[in-house]
């Protein structure tokens, strides 16, 4: 294996960190939080990280970044993470987790349509593989199916695609680091959920030691944590190749759900788990790795500037 293959390989490897980390959210939310609270939960999960990478890193961003910084942040966060929690909220942590699998699909048209990537047959075979894990999940979950939590969990998977999507088109500003960047989305997607989160679900209660230990653990290992190394894969790899990472999540979910929450797994759902790890693996494959920089001939303009931003 060249040393540009082995590379990518360890950035796919570490990048695969989210996405199993986030498949806890449903288990930790469900048994550690407050319950009927997603906007809340969204906001202490967002905000509170958010201000603390903007005070270590002390950069905000300026001119046309202020409103891509924004937009990022509604998607990635904003959008995002209400959805995630309304989903986790009305649906078994396995099915809710699994509706993620749908990702990598809308990803491939957000592509096609912001990227000009024309979705290889591999990579369509693969989202099609998700979507199939995701039917065999969640048809044999064995609970009742409800359809404000998947219509979420659907939409939280179409939003969280569109700001991988941009953020790879739209980039990093020159000097501008993995952590940096993290902190400007959650503190933007933060600051939308703020009047959102107290508008519609008042004060926050209060809250136990359970709960604190759960919405700290969301927010350092679940989002600064997490939301760092995504968004430093995404500068590194295809984004349709991150977007299928997001399979890894229904998995952990599940395999989590079963391991300590007691929820049973029926063969057909094991073989659905199997068909997304499958999905998962075949996204990547026909990503194109890294051209290694030639001796002398075009040095290619972007790669200093990627280089230091990705480190």
């Known amino acids: 294996m060249s040393s540009t293959a082995q590379h990518a390989s360890g950035t796919i490897a570490l990048t695969a960190y989210t996405p199993l980390v986030w498949g806890s959210t449903y288990a930790v939310t469900t048994e550690f939080l407050p319950p009927d609270r997603p906007l809340l939960t969204a906001l202490l999960r967002a905000l509170p990280a958010g201000l603390v990478l903007l ?5 905000l961003p300026r001119g046309a970044w202020i409103g ?25 942590g396995g099915v ?3 509706l993620g699998a749908a990702g990598p699909l809308f990803a491939l048209g957000f592509a096609a349509m912001l990227l000009s990537e024309r979705p290889t047959s591999r990579k369509i075979l693969a989202g099609f593989a998700g979507v ?12 009742a199916l409800d359809t404000v939590g998947i219509i979420a969990g659907l939409a939280g998977a179409a939003s ?74 995404i500068s590194r790899l295809p984004a349709t190749s991150v977007a299928f990472l997001a399979l890894l999540s229904p998995l952990s979910a599940a395999v989590i759900g079963w391991a300590a929450l007691g929820q049973a797994l029926s063969p057909l759902q094991l073989l659905g788990m199997v068909i997304a790890l499958g999905g998962t693996l075949l996204g990547q494959t026909s990503a194109k790795s890294p051209t290694p920089p030639g001796p002398t001939v075009r040095p290619p303009r972007h790669r200093p500037a990627s280089a230091d931003l990705a480190a």
């Open 55 to 59: 005070a270590i890193t002390r950069t």
């Open 68 to 92: 891509r910084a924004a937009v990022l942040g509604a998607l990635n966060i904003g959008a995002f993470f209400p959805l995630l929690f309304l989903a986790a909220y009305r649906l078994p």
């Open 96 to 98: 809710a987790a699994v």
């Open 132 to 143: 199939l894990g995701v039917s065999l999940v969640v048809l044999r979950a064995g609970a």
């Open 160 to 233: 969280m695609s569109a700001g991988t999507v941009l953020t790879k088109r739209w980039g990093r500003p020159d000097g501008t680091g993995a952590l940096t960047f993290t902190g400007w989305q959650l503190t933007a997607g933060g600051l939308l959920l703020l009047p959102v989160a107290l508008l519609i679900e008042g004060a926050p209660p209060a809250l136990d030691g359970q709960a604190v230990a759960g919405y700290l653990y969301l927010g350092v290992a679940g989002t600064a944590v997490a939301y760092w190394i995504w968004f430093r894969g």
